[in-house]
């Protein structure tokens, strides 16, 4: 089982919409490092959720990988503000995944508490200038956001 955060700014796709779907398609990725991370991504692994671009940023809640290895729909669809035109059915570019909601704390981790407690060469998210959408968190560093953040829901 790996750690994973995943950014999305609420307004957009935020934790909430996650709930009341319980599964849903993390679309739309288009960095091709953030795109071979969910490329690797287990089923089982845990993601947290991050909302971004709002204020405060910070993590939302939890969710669990369902399915791996999705092809992206959204890169054919040429109304799509993530359409690829250089994507075929035949030859699709983007894959994501499916996650499922697990819970939703009560109060934001914001970023700054983030700052405050981890380094950047331990949790890439609090790297200046950091703009990836998806990357990896180490299990001691995922162990201790689920302590700072009291998820009742821990994997």
């Not at 990988?65 to 570019?93: G, H, L, M």
């Not at 894959?95 to 499922?100: A, F, I, L, R, W």
Request: aromatic share 10%; charged share 20%.
């Amino acid at each position: 089982m790996a750690y994973w955060l995943m950014k999305s700014e609420p307004d957009v796709y935020g934790i909430d919409d996650l709930q009341t779907e319980n599964i849903g398609l993390w679309d739309g990725v288009r960095n091709y490092q953030a795109r071979n991370f969910l490329k690797s991504m287990q089923v089982g692994d845990f993601a947290f959720f991050y909302h971004s671009n709002t204020k405060p940023p910070g993590i939302a809640g939890l969710m669990k990988i369902v399915e791996t290895q999705v092809v992206d729909p959204t890169q054919f669809d040429s109304t799509n503000p993530y359409y690829d035109p250089k994507a075929t059915p035949e030859a699709p570019r983007w894959h994501t995944v499916k996650c499922q909601y697990v819970e939703t704390l009560p109060q934001l981790i914001t970023l700054d508490q983030l700052k405050m407690t981890f380094s950047p060469e331990e949790l890439l998210v609090v790297r200046p200038g950091n703009r990836l959408s998806v990357m990896p968190v180490e299990t001691p560093i995922a162990q201790r956001i689920l302590q700072l953040g009291a998820f009742r829901a821990t994997p």
